[in-house]
Each structure stands twice: as C-alpha cells, then as structure tokens.
C-alpha cells in the first residue's frame, strides 16, 4: 500500500531541491523532478502557479550557478 504525499508537501520539496543546487550537473537532476512532478500531478490536477513557480525558481538558480 503507497502512502499518498500532499502536494504542498511534495512542492516544497523540489524547490528546497532546486535552491541546494550548486552546479549545472545538479540542476539537470532539479530539472528532472521539476518534470517528474509536472507529469504526476497533471494526472490529478494541480495549480498552474505551482508549475511556473518551479520553472521560475529552476531559472533563478540556474542564473546563480552560473556566476
């Protein structure tokens, strides 16, 4: 039997994820569960802020790591 994980909890996961980012190299694995979440949560319907928050947030870091 699977557990089931609200979705605030899961988000702030990821964008907890994307901010401990370093380098590109963890980026592209950030970049994988921003995706990872995308596909999952369409299934049930999700808040399309919370879609564009990630791919905010994934930019911003990206634009840090970068410096």
Do not use: W
């Not at 190299?25 to 564009?52: D, I």
């Amino acid at each position: 039997m699977h557990t089931q994980i609200p979705i605030d909890q899961s988000y702030n996961k990821v964008i907890t994820t994307i901010k401990s980012c370093k380098t590109i190299t963890q980026l592209e694995g950030a970049s994988n569960m921003v995706e990872n979440f995308k596909t999952l949560y369409k299934r049930v319907g999700y808040p399309k802020v919370l879609s564009y928050s990630l791919d905010n947030t994934l930019q911003k870091q990206h634009t840090i790591c970068q410096l």
